[in-house]
Structures are given as C-alpha cells and as structure tokens.
C-alpha cells in the first residue's frame, strides 16, 4: 500500500477537476452543517482529523457523482476515495463556495468564524463519517439553554453554522470569504480595526490568517495498488468502516451487493425516487433491508455477503412489488399518506413481506385486521425500540408461519400488554412520540381543521403560510420560567394549525385567543383536536389541569379511532 501527502487545497482542486472520483460502494453525502463546523474547527487548531483512503484502480469501475459540481472534462485516469467522503465533499463546498447536493436538494453550508473567540477549547460534537442527517432539527444548544447562555456559548465559539442575526454582526465573517480572498482588509475595516495601532489588528489578522492556512492542512492518504480487484477493493472498505463503526451496516451491506451487482445502486435508487414521489422518503437502507427480507425471509445485513447475486436479483422485482403495495395500503387503507407519520418504515417492510406471502389476496376480514395491526403497531412504536431489528424478524416469522395479520396482533399485544391507550401514557411525551403521530391521523379523521381558514389539516398543503405546524396551546413565552420544559413540550399542549394562524396567535394567552375562537366558531373545532372547552382551564396556574383533562380526552379518541379500524369496509 503506497503513502502520500496532499493539502486540503489540493485535494479540493482533484475533486473539482475529477482526478479524484467516488466508486459506486460509496454512500451519499450526509453531514450535517453542524459537523463540517466542527471539522473547521478541528483543522483550524490542526488537530489530526483521519487519514483518506484512495485506490488507484485500472480499467471501468462503477462510479457515483460527488454532492458537489465537478469539471465537465472526463477524466481517464484517477484515484477513486474509499474513506473521507463527507471531510472532502464539505471542505470543497466551503473553501469554494459551491452547494451541496443532499436528497435531490442544493443547498450551501454557510459557516462563520468568529474574530472574538476564546481561546480556550468549547465543546464540538464528535466528527464521524457516519452522521445522518435524517432530522431538520438541529438543537446544538440543548433544549433548556437560556438566551443568556447561548450568547455566552456563541461568544466563545470559533465557527457557528450561519444565521442572518449573527452574520449581521461585524466581528463574525464567512468562512468561504475568507478563503476566497488573499486581502484581509475588508474583514478588519468592517470589525472596526482603523489602523495599524488599534489593539485587535494583531489579533484579527493572525486569526484570518490562522483561518486561511487550513487550505493547507496535510492530509495523510493510503493509496491502494492498481493490482487489487473490486470485489478485494470492497471488501477493504467494509473493513476499515467497520473497525472504525464510520458507516451503518446498510452501507457497508449496499457496498458487498454492489461489488456483486454493478450498477445496483442508479437501480435501487430509481426505486427509492419514486417512493419518495408518492410521499415516503425512505432511506436507501430502508430499501436494501426491505430486499434482503425479500432475499432471505429476515432483515440482518450480516447475511449480504453470502448471498449470491442470482438470489440477490431475483427478490428485488417482488420486493419492489412488496413496498409498492405497502405504501398504497398505508396511504389509501390507512390514511397515513406519508414517511413522517409512520413510526418506523419498518413496517413498510412487514406489510410488503405479509403482501407477497399473501399473494396480494386479502380477505375484508384480514383487510381490517391488517389496518388495525398497522395503524396500533404505528401508535405503540413497535419497531422504536430497541432491538428493533429483532423485533421485525419476529413479525416476519409470524407472517411465513402463515398466521396472518391476527397473528401480528398477537404478537404486538404480547409484547406491549395492551393495544389500548391510557391517559397516562401520554404523559411526558413529547412531538418525537410515535403517540404524537396517531394524534395527527385522528384528529384528521375526525374533521379537524386550521382555526382560521377551515382548511382541513394536512401534510400535504402547499405554501409557506399553508404549511402544517404543531402549535404550543399554552404558547411557550407564557409557559417559560413557571413550568418545566418536559411539561411545555408534553404533546397534550400540541395542536395541529397552519403557519399563518400560528403566527397571529404567537404567544398569547390560550384565555385570549381560545375564548374568542369559542364565541366565533363554537366548540366544534377544538373539539375536533380533544381540546377542552372549560375556559376556567385556560388560565395559566392551571395548565397541570389543563393538561390532564385533554389526556383523557385524547386517549379516548385515539382508541376510538384505533378501535374503528377493525370495522369492515
């Protein structure tokens, strides 16, 4: 294995030039804006921060793009990058001010260094290959901090992802500035700094200039000889990932499958496009896990790399077939018309592997029996817990077994005692519940519409001020300081309304603003969200009350509306 050194700068230009490529076993890009904030940060105080890992192959090998836009001219010849994906995608989108590419979506990462800095060391999260960024919520701070701790943070931090508020401010810059320009004068002038005298020149200058020599950070890389096969190429990659825990077994699963199946991943991801066209965004693991269940009757991607590419092609056509009918029985049987009202898309794979050992042949009785299995199992969160992998070869046992949908019913009731749910076990759960999502899906099924625009509530609303958004009955501001954030957040204070009448009502009072919806519209439409129409619980001191009326109001709904699944239809 040969050695060499290249800068970050240098390794930027082979990215953009196309002498360095990625094999089609890589994973798509993933970080979130928060970790190549973190990496800067690494680099800017020239902590080690890994080696790369690059084979220099010979002959056609199956390649995938990079996130970020590369030179048009072909390149023949080059190194194709094993290991540092997610550093080198981020540094190349930061240091030349070009987009990533992230789920079909453009985006910058805007990051901003701060000239005021401590130089003591903060806390950055840990900076690994793996981090997903399947969530939009991004709390760096904590759920608790006070304003006055965040500015106090923020004042000590080197690099913070963007906000208009502190790029506003004269003594934070942006980091792709900096690395474009060679001048820092502009920086300075606009920090305040008038001349050579001023006691922050210093300071600021070597601080940019500081910043800027991360263009030359080195870079140790392992290059692969030339001799080595993909399948061997492959098979290191799943070694070094998996020593390191860098990447998911889903990556390193897709990574054996195509080593024995080139071109699988354009295959599989044309595949998960289209789900994603029909509102189920899944990840492409989702959609290998569901192949291998198809492949192999359980979901463990240990088994990848002993099956045989014969065996691997012939289930993809039914497991494809599977989620199809999967998605369409969600959407249309069960209402739930999209990936973010499921729990887990595990059951995705339940349902598609019940559909094809049914043969797509079910019974009114198994329709409705099946609906209620789903729609519970949603509720309980029966594929969040831990061991969840586990626990789906557990219901794909029970579907080979030939048990049917009662025979997941069962199961499901064995393991969490009861299907029903009390009052108490809403208590303390927050927007992330799986509980939260069943509220949505009955609410809608009941009638529920926005308080101002009888528009009914929907996750398929277009327009800014259209989107659905969870809103705080007893808004925050009014709440903070009086109650703890757990009992703030409790989902028995969420409602479900649309942007423009969140933001009319912003924080005022539930006293203010639910009385007045009383007198205009009448009870109906709380009602129709399990609000309680008692006006003497609107009042601040009793929101603990409040709370624990509409507990016993939601969980009656919600067992009316799980109940009402198993009617025929």
């Known amino acids: 294995?040969?050695?060499?050194?290249?800068?970050?700068?240098?390794?930027?230009?082979?990215?953009?030039?196309?002498?360095?490529?990625?094999?089609?076993?890589?994973?798509?890009?993933v970080w979130k804006a928060t970790r190549v904030r973190d990496l800067l940060d690494s680099l800017y105080r020239g902590y080690p921060s890994g080696a790369i890992l690059v084979w220099e192959a010979e002959g056609q090998v199956p390649e995938r793009s990079f996130a970020v836009e590369q030179s048009k001219n072909t390149v023949q010849s080059g190194l194709l990058l094993l290991d540092g994906q997610q550093r080198l995608t981020s540094l190349s989108a930061v240091v030349?001010?070009?987009?990533?590419?992230?789920?079909?979506?453009?985006?910058?990462?805007?990051?901003?260094?701060?000239?005021?800095?401590?130089?003591?060391?903060?806390?950055?999260?840990?900076?690994?290959?793996?981090?997903?960024?399947?969530?939009?919520?991004?709390?760096?701070?904590?759920?608790?901090?006070?304003e006055d701790d965040l500015q106090k943070r923020l004042s000590e931090m080197a690099f913070v992802v963007e906000t208009r508020q502190l790029a506003a401010r004269p003594n934070w810059v942006s980091v792709t500035d900096v690395f474009k320009t060679a001048d820092n004068a502009s920086f300075l002038k606009r920090a305040g700094v008038k001349d050579f005298d001023d006691p922050r020149f210093t300071l600021y200058n070597d601080r940019l200039n500081k910043l800027r020599a991360i263009r030359k950070y080195m870079y140790r890389i392992d290059i692969l000889e030339r001799s080595m096969s993909y399948e061997e190429v492959t098979e290191i990659f799943v070694r070094v990932n998996s020593l390191g825990a860098k990447l998911r077994s889903s990556d390193l699963a897709m990574a054996q499958i195509t080593a024995k199946w080139p071109q699988s991943l354009k295959v599989l991801e044309e595949f998960q496009e289209s789900c994603a066209k029909a509102g189920f965004e899944l990840e492409l693991g989702i959609v290998l896990k569901n192949l291998v269940a198809f492949a192999t009757g359980q979901s463990r991607f240990k088994v990848v790399g002993n099956l045989s590419i014969d065996r691997i092609k012939s289930a993809w056509k039914p497991s494809t077939q599977g989620m199809e009918?999967?998605?369409?029985?969600?959407?249309?049987?069960?209402?739930?018309?999209?990936?973010?009202?499921?729990?887990?898309?595990?059951?995705?794979?339940?349902?598609a592997v019940f559909a094809e050992k049914s043969k797509y042949q079910l019974s009114q009785a198994d329709e409705a029996s099946l609906r209620y299995w789903l729609l519970a199992a949603n509720a309980k969160g029966r594929y969040s817990r831990g061991s969840s992998e586990t626990i789906l070869d557990q219901d794909l046992a029970t579907i080979a077994s030939g048990r049917g949908p009662l025979g997941l019913i069962e199961r499901a009731e064995s393991a969490f005692g009861r299907l029903s749910v009390l009052p108490t076990d809403l208590a303390g759960r927050n927007q992330r519940s799986a509980l939260f999502k069943t509220m949505f899906l009955a609410f809608h099924a009941a009638g529920a519409m926005d308080w101002e625009q009888a528009v009914r509530i929907s996750l398929a609303h277009r327009g800014k001020m259209q989107w659905l958004q969870f809103h705080h009955i007893f808004p925050r501001a009014v709440l903070k300081g009086v109650y703890k954030p757990v009992e703030i957040n409790d989902i028995c204070n969420l409602a479900f309304i649309g942007g423009r009448t969140n933001r009319r009502i912003s924080s005022k009072e539930p006293a203010v603003y639910l009385a007045a919806l009383l007198d205009k519209h009448g009870p109906k439409q709380l009602e129709a969200q399990c609000i309680p129409t008692d006006r003497a619980l609107y009042?601040?001191?009793?929101?603990?009350?409040?709370?624990?009326?509409?507990?016993?109001?939601?969980?009656?709904?919600?067992?009316?509306?799980?109940?009402?699944?198993?009617?025929?239809?």
Not at 112 to 132: A, G, I, P, W
Not at 539 to 558: H, S
């Open 96 to 146: 030349r001010g070009v987009p990533v590419t992230v789920r079909g979506r453009s985006r910058p990462i805007d990051i901003l260094f701060n000239l005021d800095h401590s130089d003591k060391l903060t806390y950055v999260t840990e900076v690994h290959e793996e981090d997903d960024d399947e969530s939009e919520v991004d709390d760096e701070f904590g759920a608790d901090a006070t």
């Open 325 to 351: 009918y999967a998605i369409n029985f969600s959407r249309s049987n069960a209402g739930i018309s999209g990936h973010a009202l499921l729990s887990s898309p595990y059951l995705l794979i339940a349902l």
């Open 1 to 29: 294995m040969g050695k060499a050194e290249r800068t970050v700068e240098e390794l930027v230009s082979m990215i953009e030039s196309k002498e360095l490529r990625l094999p089609e076993m890589q994973r798509r890009y």
């Open 539 to 569: 009042a601040i001191d009793r929101f603990p009350e409040f709370l624990e009326a509409r507990r016993q109001l939601v969980a009656a709904r919600l067992n009316d509306f799980l109940e009402s699944a198993r009617t025929l239809r």
